[in-house]
C-alpha cells in the first residue's frame, strides 16, 4: 500500500500518550472512512501494538485490501456479534481492555449499526459510549468509533459528537466541542419507557420470598418456551435485579412480566432514589464479591433501563427472544 497511506500520527490521540483516548469518525464515503481509519490501525502497527477491527463486513473488506499483508496482524472480529448490543460491546471491550499487555497502547476500530433496533437502542448505545470515558479512563488505549453520516440520523451524529471528546478525520484529532462529561450527558438523557401494560404479571417479593420468586419467574419462562439455555440467562437476570432490589431498595419490591413477539421483558420496581449516574455501566472490581447484579444483567440482557419514577427505582430487563448474549472472550 502507499506510504502516505500508514503514516503514523504524532500522537495517539486528543488525550495524549496516557489513558484512554475515545474519538469519532464520522465520514460520507468509503474514501473518508479509509482516510480516517488507516492511520490510526497503521499507528499501532507500526509500534507492534494490538490492533482490534469491529466493524460491518464490507468496511473490513476495504481496510483488509487497503492494508494488504498488514492485516494479518490486526484482529478483525465480526461486528455483528460484537457490536450487536451496548451491554455486551461494553462487556467484550472491558475483556479486551483487562488483559495484561505490559504497557502497550491498545488500538479498538468499532462501528455498529448505531440506528438499527429502533430510538431506544439507538439512544443507549449514545448512553453507553458517555460511560465508556468513565469505564475505562484509565485503560492505555485508543478506540475510534465509526458513524457514517451519510446513512444515520442527525441525531445520532449529534449524539457522537457529545459522547467522544474527540473527532479523528483523516488522520487528525481534534476536540469535539459539543462534548459533554458523562455525567451530565446522563442527566440530560435518561432512559424512556412507557409504563408496563396492564395485563403483565406481577409478584411481590421481600427477603424472606426471594425463591418464590425465582420458582415464579422459572414457570414464566417455561410458558415461553425458551431453550434450556436462553432460560437459564433470563433467570439469572431477574434473581441478581431482584436480590438487589432487597439490599438496596428498602428491602421490597414488585416484580413485572410480559411480552412481546420479539422480547420478554420484566420490570423490577422497589422503594428509593437512583443516585448512582452510570447504573450498571462500570465494570466492577475482579476481586469484588457484590454489586455485580445490574453489570451482569448488561452482559445477558438485550437492553436494561434504570430509572427513577414516582414509584421508586424501576429496572427493566429486555431479553431477545432469539438473541443469546456471547460467551466471555
Known amino acids: 500500500m502507499p506510504a502516505d497511506q500508514c503514516a503514523a500520527r504524532q500522537d495517539p490521540g486528543v488525550t495524549g500518550s496516557a489513558g484512554l483516548s475515545h474519538e469519532a469518525l464520522v465520514y460520507r464515503s468509503d474514501q473518508e472512512f479509509l482516510d480516517g481509519a488507516l492511520p490510526i490501525l497503521c499507528r499501532g502497527l507500526d509500534r507492534g501494538e494490538p490492533v482490534l477491527v469491529a466493524v460491518p463486513a464490507e468496511r473490513a473488506k476495504l481496510l483488509r485490501d487497503a492494508l494488504g499483508d ?23 471491550l472491558n475483556g479486551y481492555l483487562r488483559r495484561d499487555r505490559s504497557g502497550a497502547r491498545v488500538w479498538v476500530l468499532a462501528e455498529a449499526l448505531w440506528d438499527a433496533g429502533g430510538p431506544a437502542r439507538a439512544a443507549e448505545w449514545s448512553r453507553m459510549q458517555s460511560v465508556l470515558n468513565v469505564a475505562f479512563a484509565s485503560a492505555t488505549a485508543s478506540v475510534v468509533c465509526a458513524y457514517d453520516a451519510g446513512v444515520l440520523s442527525p441525531a ?9 471528546p474527540g473527532l479523528t478525520s483523516g488522520g487528525q484529532s481534534a476536540i469535539s466541542a459539543g462534548y459533554q462529561p458523562p455525567a451530565q450527558y446522563a442527566a440530560a438523557s435518561p432512559p424512556s419507557l412507557n409504563s408496563p401494560p396492564v395485563d403483565a404479571e406481577a409478584v411481590s417479593f421481600d427477603v424472606r420470598a426471594l425463591g418464590s420468586v425465582r420458582r415464579w419467574a422459572q414457570t414464566w419462562a417455561d410458558r415461553q418456551a425458551l431453550g434450556e439455555d436462553h432460560a437459564r440467562d433470563l433467570l439469572i437476570a431477574v434473581h441478581e435485579i431482584v436480590s438487589n ?29 437512583l443516585t448512582h449516574p452510570f447504573p450498571g455501566y462500570l465494570p466492577p472490581d475482579l476481586g ?31 431479553f431477545s427472544r432469539t438473541l443469546t448474549a456471547p460467551a466471555p472472550d
Open 70 to 92: 498488514r492485516s494479518g496482524s490486526v484482529r478483525f472480529e465480526d461486528s455483528e456479534i460484537w457490536c450487536a448490543i451496548p451491554g455486551w460491546t461494553l462487556g467484550a
Open 288 to 318: 469484588q464479591p457484590r454489586g455485580r447484579g445490574l453489570w451482569m444483567a448488561r452482559q445477558i440482557c438485550t437492553q436494561v433501563d434504570v430509572r427513577s419514577g414516582p414509584r421508586g427505582v424501576d429496572v427493566r430487563l429486555t
Open 245 to 273: 432490589a432487597v439490599e438496596h431498595g428498602g428491602g421490597s419490591g414488585i416484580a413485572r412480566f410480559w411480552g412481546s413477539p420479539e422480547s420478554l421483558f420484566c420490570e423490577v420496581t422497589s422503594p428509593g432514589v
Open 156 to 164: 445520532t451524529i449529534a449524539a457522537a459528537r457529545a459522547t467522544h
